[in-house]
């Protein structure tokens, strides 16, 4: 079930309302007796409380103090973190409709409060033996505000449904979404937005010679598939498309080069750069943005098998180059570099690739932001690292130096495809980078996309990490 925002033009002391506020002074006193408004007071004055809930005989009335923080990015995420720590509140109290009252008049700060509940209340219950007994209750959030127009209301609600749709694709099993699950998921993102979809089969992923993810599907007893969602309005303000790639590896066993212990547990998430950018178009198109936008989705499982891929096997790419494998738990590259061989034929503006990559991105900062490389594409890179501090959906920039390319060379081909044991993040990047003559960024997000436990308004699974950002990017290019 989607929370949904809507606006509203008035309330009352019979509805639930929730004032976030940075000074008790911006309550409406009317809502409160004398004793309330002095006991708020004095707890804040003596003991630091901030948060203050009264009991309306069934209906609530929550009082959130919020720090003031002067940098706009803090400020827009302290309100998104305060929204998503009253939502567990509000659905332990049975409460199926909130008002949000922008007090102070503050459009932006009051829309994140709404979208930190909303991402919050997302829940995953698909394979609950009683999924209503769990289900939480909250199903709408009024916003009461005299600046927020009905059109940013409309917005996000279709970035949270965007969302909600990646973290779905992710936390999905690989036994019931598999390659050609996945594409099925894409068409249907199509219909419902007004976007083309154009899905490759086998035959038509090996009459291209796509080599690379024709190697990693060799271990699997599912066909691969290549998906091509496309948003192009007659009013489009890019003469040349921006081309999103995202990795689609349903499940990664580590192929021959098998993983150990327990890090195949969540392996079902490798796929979220896919999704990502298939729910990035998705609301690009629902939102009618005035941009030309292409997402390329390679997508197979990678497992083990009589005639699965395996190192030192020389595999010859969409682009005709020639790749020794090192080791076959690197295999997203395999898949993103055919795509990004592919993606020439649209002569791109940009070109954003997006994939769960390494374990070195996540060693290297965690869960707390993205970690980015770009190629001849600086200035794009600055833009959509400044859309990443608005959305707090962060990126790290991380270099592509050309002295990267040395631990890529091979004696028998090309091209290897691993580099040595060191900054392995970025000679990912650079194995990449070799496929394209476009202005290109990479985005690894193998930290934040999938969460062990839940954090903030990011659930325990699938987090759907930079189907925002992407958003924000995007509509932001055509202002």
């Not at 949904?4 to 309302?17: A, F, G, K, V, W």
């Not at 059109?151 to 690989?174: F, G, H, K, Q």
């Amino acid at each position: 079930m989607q929370t949904i925002i809507r606006l509203t033009d008035n309330y009352s002391d019979s509805e639930n309302i929730i004032f976030p506020v940075t000074d008790l002074k911006h309550v409406n006193k009317e809502l409160f007796d004398t004793g309330e408004l002095e006991y708020m007071k004095s707890f804040l004055r003596d003991h630091k409380q901030k948060n203050f809930s009264f009991n309306r005989l069934g209906t609530w009335l929550h009082v959130l103090l919020i720090e003031r923080e002067s940098e706009k990015s803090a400020r827009l995420e302290t309100y998104r973190e305060t929204g998503a720590k009253i939502t567990p509140a509000v659905n332990e109290h049975k409460i199926d409709s909130v008002i949000v009252v922008d007090a102070e008049d503050k459009p932006e700060e009051i829309l994140a409060f709404a979208e930190g509940m909303a991402l919050k209340n997302y829940q995953f219950l698909k394979y609950k033996s009683k999924p209503d007994d769990e289900l939480n209750t909250l199903s709408t959030i009024y916003i009461g505000s005299k600046k927020v127009v009905q059109e940013e209301v409309d917005r996000l609600n279709i970035v949270v449904d965007a969302v909600s749709r990646a973290r779905n694709m992710v936390n999905e099993p690989v036994a019931t979404l598999n390659a050609v699950a996945l594409a099925g998921e894409i068409e249907k993102m199509g219909k419902e937005s007004g976007a083309l979809v154009e899905v490759f089969n086998r035959k038509k992923i090996e009459s291209l010679k796509m080599g690379g993810l024709l190697a990693v599907n060799r271990g699997s007893v599912d066909p691969p598939t290549f998906s091509i969602i496309e948003w192009k309005p007659e009013n489009a303000v890019n003469k040349k498309p921006v081309v999103l790639v995202g990795k689609g590896v349903v499940y990664d066993t580590g192929g021959m080069n098998i993983k150990t212990g327990n890090f195949m547990n969540d392996m079902k998430m490798d796929m979220a750069g896919g999704a990502a950018v298939a729910s990035a178009v998705y609301a690009v198109a629902k939102a009618k943005v005035p941009m030309h936008v292409i997402a390329l989705v390679p997508a197979t499982d990678n497992r083990t098998h009589g005639n699965a891929y395996v190192s030192g096997d020389v595999i010859t790419m969409y682009d005709g180059t020639r790749v020794e494998v090192i080791n076959t738990d690197a295999e997203g590259r395999m898949l993103l570099a055919d795509a990004l061989g592919y993606a020439k034929k649209y002569d791109p503006e940009l070109v954003i690739d997006v994939a769960t990559l390494t374990g070195s991105a996540m060693r290297a900062i965690g869960n707390y932001g993205v970690v980015g490389m770009q190629s001849n594409a600086g200035k794009e890179f600055n833009r959509l690292k400044q859309c990443g501090e608005e959305v707090y959906e962060r990126l790290v920039e991380f270099p592509l130096w050309k002295e990267y390319a040395e631990e890529l060379k091979s004696d028998i081909a090309d091209i290897k495809h691993l580099g040595g044991s060191n900054a392995g993040a970025i000679t990912a990047g650079k194995f990449l980078e070799h496929f394209t003559d476009y202005p290109f960024i990479h985005l690894d997000i193998a930290g934040p996309a999938f969460m062990e436990k839940a954090y903030k308004y990011y659930p325990a699974g699938g987090s759907g990490i930079v189907v925002r950002l992407l958003f924000k990017y995007l509509l932001d290019k055509t202002v």
